[in-house]
């Protein structure tokens, strides 16, 4: 079983917290225990030995960048007032990944077209494989893309999907913030499909989801959320999607990651409440759920957001770390999805939307 993790925020981290990825996730901790950034985001869940043991070949790295508006103190150094700052700071993440990948060739690979995805996959597929680890970087809200043309240099510098909003942007609604997509939105959706650039509907409210999906002919994914049909009463029910907005994506062949945070998989789950209460068969229900909706396994897979803005105390009992997303694939079995099911759901569908969205070169 390979795992592909549809979303983490690796360069915030390192940016805002100096978080170093190549570290195990129990050096982190104890690195972290005397300071203020368990309290900030929570004690981590990822590091490099736990990626490798999962079996993680690929995750979705973001570039994430918060406004101003949002900021939580002056601890949160990766905000901008304007899109000019907004640039620049994303600027930052995507320059940090290519260090990464620079630097430390055996732990981390950039993943930007299509025989590259394929020669990654190829190495996976021998058991003893320890890396690298793959990228495919995602930028989380379009602020920093200053007109929508623009999009087509980001796409030339490695990024290969996007997200309009995360809280809300001049190009659309979001999380906190939700609305429809405006004049440039729409634009920006037409720059995108002529260069080739994934669409992820992550923190559009339905409203704006759905205009896109109108509008938007390319490849359209959910890279972390949760069906809002288990959580009626989510914090914030524009993070989640509802049955008709999946069977929408599904229409579009699209794939969901589902999001691993407590608050997305059990109702009236709060931060602070006992992570106990929440369990692996919350995963599992979460995407059965989906799979009985749609009658296939082929739109659901993972996508964490592990250490983005939540750690160990909001995660379900039994996940202690990034190694245990394998845990997910054997419960699966347990409840009687095939082992093909189960590839599918753990990193195979995502595979998918990568070889026929990636481009050739």
């Not at 996508?303 to 054997?330: W, Y």
């Amino acid at each position: 079983m390979i795992i592909i993790d549809a979303h983490e925020d690796l360069a915030w981290n390192a940016l805002t917290f100096g978080r170093d990825y190549r570290r195990s996730m129990l050096e982190t901790r104890a690195l972290e225990a005397e300071t203020d950034i368990p309290e900030h985001n929570g004690q981590t869940l990822i590091g490099w030995p736990e990626w490798i043991q999962a079996r993680v070949a690929i995750v979705f790295s973001t570039l994430f960048v918060s406004p101003s508006r949002w900021c939580k103190g002056t601890w949160d150094v990766m905000c901008y007032d304007d899109a000019e700052q907004a640039h620049r700071q994303y600027h930052r993440s995507l320059e940090l990944y290519k260090q990464w990948a620079d630097m430390n060739p055996d732990n981390f690979r950039l993943i930007e077209n299509r025989p590259s995805l394929e020669d990654h996959w190829a190495a996976w597929q021998d058991p003893s494989c320890e890396g690298p680890v793959g990228f495919v970087i995602l930028m989380e809200g379009a602020d920093g893309i200053r007109e929508p043309a623009e999009v087509f240099d980001w796409f030339a510098k490695g990024v290969r999907i996007l997200g309009l909003s995360w809280s809300g942007t001049r190009y659309a609604g979001g999380t906190k913030e939700p609305g429809p997509l405006s004049k440039e939105g729409f634009e920006l959706l037409s720059y995108m499909d002529e260069c080739g650039m994934i669409l992820d509907l992550s923190h559009l409210s339905e409203d704006g989801a759905r205009q896109a999906l109108d509008q938007f002919d390319g490849t359209v994914i959910a890279s972390h959320t949760s069906p809002l049909a288990r959580v009626p009463n989510a914090e914030f029910p524009e993070r989640l999607v509802s049955d008709e907005l999946i069977q929408l994506i599904a229409e579009r062949d699209g794939v969901m990651g589902l999001l691993l945070g407590n608050k997305f998989l059990k109702n009236n789950w709060r931060a602070g409440m006992d992570r106990t209460l929440v369990n692996i068969d919350d995963i599992v229900a979460a995407i059965d759920h989906i799979c009985q909706l749609l009658g296939n396994v082929e739109h659901i897979a993972l996508g964490s957001d592990f250490d983005g803005g939540f750690g160990l105390s909001q995660v379900p009992q039994g996940l202690d770390s990034i190694a245990d997303l394998r845990l997910i694939g054997d419960a699966l079995q347990q409840y009687g999805y095939s082992t093909t099911d189960v590839g599918a759901i753990m990193g195979l569908n995502w595979f998918r939307k990568l070889q026929q969205s990636l481009p050739e070169v």
